[in-house]
């Protein structure tokens, strides 16, 4: 019998645990699994805001496909079509013409993307906070603006860039805006023109309420930490317009701000639009608890899903409820969907999927955050602990572990890193500034 071929589009939380998964739970005469994604890497998305913050090496915070998945063919490219009904994926590889790859299964995982609205100035002012290469850039970007606003004496110049905005309350904008916020207040140290006083961070919440996925007092706890740093907390209040830098909120507020964080939720992947596979009204994949693609009452043979993209029935919530769009339940979605792939192939029936929400934890800065696990709630030291904690036995890899750890280690002894690279986003400006043109 010939090894059926698996394909896996995306190689975020769901794609390289369920690849790591297969190569390591199906045999080579069984399967052969391969994975398409445009990066060469997985990035640990929890670990974003201490990349930023400087607490870890960025390149800790990613995972090398090549290396994790020796057993899987790797592609660097993206999924342009998916024709499920011929069970065959357009792949655009970063060089050269797009091809056909046919497959027996494929797991759809593409994961998500901002969620952005059409505000004016948004497109143009804006940055999110869901790669690696966003990360970077912000760290630079915050620490370039301590630099003009040290250099420069006009009021309005320093004001402007001292104004950091982020949009958005839930654990991506929290965390983020927590840890910048201490990354500048420790590199304060270094700029005797500049006081904490001289800084304006705000939070844009359009709720009543931060960290949705914790308890109201959790949430409450966390503004109030927030609030006694110095922090604008603006809960009820959107964001209208951003044109040219000018901050207008709906409170009816009105500030220039030379740094605009958008983190207000993720949608699915728009690539998605490009499949013939069955969704619902949030674009999300319709899939049953076993995570096989469902067409109303139709189960669609060999397709799979998990993680963002998908809409899978949450067993243990009340009828009609959905597993929600976090890495506990991606990472755990694709055990199972692997160990069912494996199981279908062997001719055995698929397993539902079912976990309970255990809870969450978040970092509100170095020592510092907020764990609500099993029902137990944590505050200060012990949470961020918890966090840490957590999320270590999660990063894959025993090579990411022990580098983050090591990361850990030595910023207990060494003071933080607080510059600025900012030449990493435009290499080649200063050369070609000094390479002559060539006439005509």
């Known amino acids: 019998m010939k090894p059926q071929r698996i394909l896996v589009v995306g190689a975020g939380h769901v794609g390289l645990y369920a690849a790591l998964r297969l190569s390591d739970k199906v045999r080579r005469r069984e399967a052969e699994v391969t994975v398409v994604d445009p990066q060469p890497h997985m990035t640990y998305q929890p670990f974003l805001p201490e990349a930023a913050a400087g607490n870890i ?88 603006r301590l630099d003009v606003a040290a250099a420069t004496r006009d009021t309005e110049t320093r004001r402007r860039a001292l104004t950091f905005v982020f949009v958005g309350g839930g654990y991506a904008g929290i965390e983020a805006l927590a840890e910048m916020e201490d990354m500048a207040r420790d590199a304060l140290k270094y700029y005797p023109e500049l006081e904490q006083g001289d800084m304006h961070w705000v939070l844009v919440e359009a709720t009543q309420r931060v960290l949705p996925e914790v308890d109201r007092d959790m949430g409450a706890y966390t503004v109030k930490q927030l609030i006694k740093r110095g922090l604008d907390i603006r809960l009820d209040t959107r964001l209208e317009s951003c044109v040219d830098g ?38 999300r994949i319709t899939c049953l608890p076993t995570l096989q693609v469902v067409d109303g009452d139709r189960v669609l043979d060999g397709a799979w899903s998990a993680g963002d993209c998908a809409a899978v029935p949450d067993l243990t919530g009340p009828p009609g409820t959905y597993c929600s769009p976090s890495a506990q339940h991606a990472v755990r979605q694709a055990v199972r969907l692997a160990d069912n792939i494996r199981d279908v192939i062997r001719g055995k029936a698929p397993t539902p999927y079912k976990h309970k929400h255990v809870g969450s934890v978040a970092s509100l800065g170095l020592h510092k955050g907020v764990a609500q696990v099993y029902g137990i709630k944590l505050t200060g030291p012990l949470a961020w602990f918890m966090h840490r904690t957590y999320h270590v036995s999660r990063i894959p890899s025993f090579n990411r572990k022990v580098r983050v750890v090591i990361d850990w280690t030595l910023a207990f002894f060494l003071k933080r890193e607080v510059v600025a690279l900012g030449q990493l986003h435009d290499p080649r400006e200063e050369f070609t500034e000094v390479t002559p043109k060539v006439p005509g």
């Open 57 to 144: 090496s960025p390149r800790h915070s990613v995972v090398p496909l090549r290396r994790e998945l020796r057993r899987c063919r790797i592609v660097s490219g993206a999924v342009t079509r998916i024709e499920h009904a011929r069970k065959v994926a357009t792949v655009q590889p970063i060089i050269g013409p797009a091809r056909e790859i046919e497959y027996d299964h494929i797991v759809v995982a593409p994961g998500s993307v901002s969620r952005t609205l059409p505000i004016p100035g948004l497109r143009e002012h804006g940055i999110g906070f869901k790669t690696i290469g966003e990360a970077i850039y912000l760290r630079n970007h915050v620490l370039d």
């Open 246 to 283: 000018v901050v207008k909120l709906s409170d009816g507020d009105s500030f220039p701000a030379d740094t605009i964080v958008w983190t207000a939720g993720v949608k699915p992947s728009p690539m998605l639009d490009h499949t013939d596979l069955p969704r619902d009204p949030r674009s």
